[in-house]
């Protein structure tokens, strides 16, 4: 079982004045897959702050985390993780390549090149893009596609690699609600057939009670954790065909923790 352990976490930055900005109070968190987590806090509370330290991306000129550690399966994360993915609002796709070449990119980098064959990646990418629904926009580039079809590029970019993590930051807050209701069927429907750890940011309380198996909400000034929910295993919910039902007791006592 994956399992990421964030032990006593402080993120600071320096200040005007010699002064010091924490972001991040400690904070103490396990995160265990294959599950998706909700990830939640006002904006600039440093819930996406938390989220890169997840995935070792950190902050030029600046110690990262300022104290404390992030585990992964007993590895300490230092550095940009291989096990770990990261999907953004905005894309990230390159404009200059093909909806495959896109998808494919992760196979012609670092470790990936080396310990996955062309013709095995080949097949990679064409399945994924079966799953998320673009065979047929396969040799389209990004501007020629809608900002949906565009997340589901990201989207099959992260997964290709069948990554162990994988953290995403508010991917479908730029969607018309129709259309992100979709993209939250999809993101359920391509965690069942690759099973991994999801850490995921959103600014939706409804979206979090849709998908999470567990919600965190953030708050403070400096952020700690507010609430803490673990959803009751119900043997009834079948989540390979449906979303989790509304629970507006639990959407209420997120968003008193928001404010």
Not at 155 to 178: C, G, N, W
Request: one cysteine or more; a neutral charge; aromatic letters at 6%.
């Amino acid at each position: 079982m994956t399992k990421l352990i964030i032990d006593k976490v402080v993120q600071e930055y320096p200040a005007d004045g010699g002064k010091v900005n924490r972001v991040l109070d400690p904070i103490s968190l396990t995160f265990e897959g294959p599950s998706i987590n909700m990830l939640m806090g006002r904006s600039g509370c440093g819930k996406s702050t938390l989220l890169r330290l997840l995935g070792g991306v950190r902050p030029q000129k600046v110690k990262a985390p300022t104290s404390g550690s992030i585990k992964f399966d007993d590895k300490e994360v230092h550095d940009q993780e291989d096990d770990a993915v990261m999907v953004f609002q905005r894309y990230a796709n390159r404009p200059d390549l093909t909806v495959r070449q896109n998808v494919m990119f992760p196979f012609t980098l670092g470790v990936w090149k080396k310990q996955v064959k062309k013709d095995e990646a080949q097949v990679k990418v064409e399945q994924v893009m079966k799953e998320v629904g673009l065979t047929e926009k396969a040799s389209l580039y990004p501007s020629q596609l809608s900002g949906g079809q565009n997340q589901r590029v990201a989207l099959a970019r992260a997964l290709v690699t069948q990554p162990k993590i994988l953290l995403l930051d508010e991917p479908f807050s730029a969607l018309d609600h129709s259309l992100r209701t979709d993209m939250q069927q999809l993101l359920v429907t391509l965690w069942n057939s690759h099973p991994c750890l999801i850490v995921m940011v959103t600014h939706d309380p409804a979206e979090a009670v849709a998908l999470g198996d567990r919600i965190v909400v953030l708050g403070g000034v400096p952020a700690n954790v507010k609430m803490d929910y673990v959803r009751p295993k119900d043997p009834n919910i079948d989540l390979s065909k449906l979303l989790y039902p509304a629970n507006p007791d639990v959407e209420r006592e997120i968003i008193s923790h928001l404010h």
